[in-house]
């Protein structure tokens, strides 16, 4: 079993930044798919951005340019630099790993933009 828990959601002003990170405990495969995924109300879940274990990043159009992902020392972790953030990137976000065939989800942490 693998467990996920994010953090650095917030609420923050347009223009503004965070810093989203994941840590991942449990049985986990070595070659695997980190990721951020996010919920805007009424919208389903769409992908923001996914980096493999060998540190190759993947970009949502919308986000590139804005939004940095990056591994931490450990691995098992994963961050998400967001900057000129945009009322529209207002979602609940959650963390994704994918190893081993199976996809384990965060339970979400919700960003708020807004003046």
């Known amino acids: 079993q693998v467990h996920l828990v994010e953090s650095g959601g917030g609420l923050v002003q347009p223009g503004g930044s965070l810093r989203l990170s994941c840590a991942a405990s449990?049985?986990?495969?070595?070659?695997?798919?980190m990721g951020w995924y996010r919920q805007p109300p009424g919208n389903q879940r769409e992908l923001v951005a996914t980096?493999?274990?060998?540190?190759?990043?993947n970009y949502a159009d919308s986000v590139k340019g804005r939004f940095t992902i990056s591994r931490g020392n450990a691995k098992n972790t994963v961050y998400l630099q967001m900057n000129s953030l945009k009322p529209e990137d207002t979602a609940v976000y959650f963390c994704?790993?994918?190893?081993?065939?199976?996809?384990?989800w965060g339970q979400g942490t919700q960003v708020t933009v807004s003046s």
């Open positions: 994704r790993l994918v190893g081993g065939g199976y996809p384990y």
């Open positions: 449990g049985s986990i495969s070595s070659m695997n798919i």
């Open positions: 980096i493999t274990s060998g540190g190759v990043p």
